[in-house]
């Protein structure tokens, strides 16, 4: 769920400025509420870069998300 979030939030282009940093921390914050804690952020730039590029798709960001997850 956190990766329709983040995705969702990445395109829909809600803000004029921001939408990806706003997109990775609703994700982050989704994952946190449900126990689970992001536990590197120093690929969130790189991440939320492939993901507008669209190098990386919604299905591929789900396991990316799960591997730097750890429970809380």
């Not at 990445?10 to 939408?19: K, P």
């Not at 989704?30 to 590197?40: K, P, Q, V």
Request: charged share 20%.
């Amino acid at each position: 769920m956190a990766a329709v979030y983040i995705h969702r939030l990445c395109f829909c282009h809600t803000f004029f400025d921001g939408n990806k940093r706003t997109a990775f921390v609703a994700g982050a914050t989704f994952l946190e509420l449900n126990g689970l804690r992001l536990s590197r952020y120093l690929w969130a730039e790189m991440l939320m870069i492939d993901l507008v590029l669209k190098e990386i798709s919604q299905e591929e960001l789900e396991p990316i998300l799960s591997k730097f997850s750890d429970l809380v």
